[in-house]
C-alpha cells in the first residue's frame, strides 16, 4: 500500500512539473495586421462592382445629335424659312438606315417644288441620314424603328421680307387677310377619314391658304376644326388652284381661308 502511495505521488509531481514547465515556456508572439492595408488589397483584388442593371423601358427612338445644316443659298435669295421634317428608319444601335421624304418648311404643301423648298428638303434629307439616336425598346431589348428628324433653317443674314412668306409688294403693300378676287378653279373634296368617322367626329374645318401669283397653293396650315379632320382638309386644301389674283392689274401673292364641312 505505501509502494502504491509512493508511486502515485511520482505521478503526480510529475504531471505537476510538466504544467509548470509548459506555463514557463515563452509564447510566440502573433504578428500585427494592418488592416487597412488587408482591407486596401482586397478591395483591389475585387471585380469592378458595376451595381445592378436595369432595362430600358420600352419607348420610340429618341435623338441624340443632328449635325447642323448649311442655309442653301436659293432660300437665301427668296427669304425662306422654317423647318423641315424628314423620316428615317433607325436600327438596334441608333443608326440611320435609311431616310424616307421631307416635308415642308413648315406648312408648305407637298407638291411644291420651287427650287428653295427643293433645296432646303434635300438638305434636310443629307442632315437627317447622319444623325443618331438612342434606338427605340421594345420589351426590354433595342429594336430597328422608325423617327422623325427636325431640321430648323433660319436666314444668319436675313434680308428685309415681308410676314407672308415670299409675298411681292404691290404698289408697296403686301395683300393678306383674305383680299383675293380669284376664282377657284379646282377645289377638290376632302375625304372623310376612317378614324373620324370611327368617332363620329364633324364640323368645319378651316385652313389658311397662301396662293402663289399663278394661282398655285404654296402652303396650307390648318386653323381650326376637329384634330381628325385637319389633316385630310390640309390635303384637299393643297390640291386647289385659283386664276390668278390681280392687284392693280398685277399677279400678286394673297392668302385666304378655306373652310371645309364634314358631316356625319
Not at 449635325?67 to 444601335?93: F, I, N, S
Not at 383675293?180 to 391658304?209: C, F, M, Q, T, W
Amino acid at each position: 500500500m505505501r509502494k502504491i502511495l509512493t508511486s502515485l505521488v511520482v505521478v503526480l509531481g510529475a504531471i505537476v512539473l510538466l504544467a509548470v514547465c509548459g506555463l514557463g515556456q515563452t509564447a510566440t508572439p502573433t504578428p500585427a495586421i494592418d488592416i487597412r492595408k488587408e482591407l486596401i488589397e482586397n478591395i483591389q483584388k475585387s471585380p469592378p462592382q458595376t451595381g445592378p442593371t436595369f432595362p430600358r423601358p420600352d419607348g420610340e427612338a429618341v435623338v441624340k445629335a443632328v449635325p447642323k445644316v448649311a442655309y442653301p443659298r436659293e432660300a437665301k435669295e427668296t427669304g425662306l424659312e422654317g423647318v423641315v421634317t424628314v423620316g428615317v428608319e433607325v436600327d438596334e444601335k441608333g443608326k440611320v438606315t435609311s431616310v424616307g421624304e421631307a416635308a415642308g418648311p413648315d406648312w408648305v404643301c407637298p407638291n411644291v417644288s420651287r427650287p428653295d423648298v427643293v433645296a432646303m428638303r434635300e438638305a434636310a434629307k443629307a442632315v437627317a441620314a447622319k444623325a443618331t439616336f438612342t434606338p427605340a425598346m421594345k420589351g426590354g431589348l433595342a429594336v430597328a424603328s422608325w423617327a422623325v428628324v427636325r431640321v430648323e433653317f433660319v436666314d444668319p443674314y436675313p434680308n428685309p421680307t415681308p410676314d407672308e412668306i415670299g409675298n411681292e409688294p404691290v404698289n408697296g403693300k403686301y395683300v393678306s387677310d383674305n383680299l383675293h378676287n380669284g376664282v377657284a378653279l379646282k377645289l377638290p373634296k376632302p375625304e372623310y377619314p376612317d378614324a373620324a368617322r370611327a368617332v363620329h367626329a364633324s364640323g368645319d374645318v378651316g385652313i389658311k391658304i397662301t396662293i402663289d401669283p399663278d394661282g398655285s397653293v404654296f402652303a396650307a396650315e390648318p386653323v381650326s376644326g376637329h384634330p381628325l379632320l385637319r389633316s385630310a382638309a390640309r390635303t384637299a386644301a393643297c390640291q386647289a388652284a385659283f386664276s390668278p389674283t390681280l392687284i392693280a392689274g398685277k399677279p400678286a401673292r394673297v392668302t385666304g381661308v378655306i373652310k371645309y364641312q364634314f358631316h356625319k
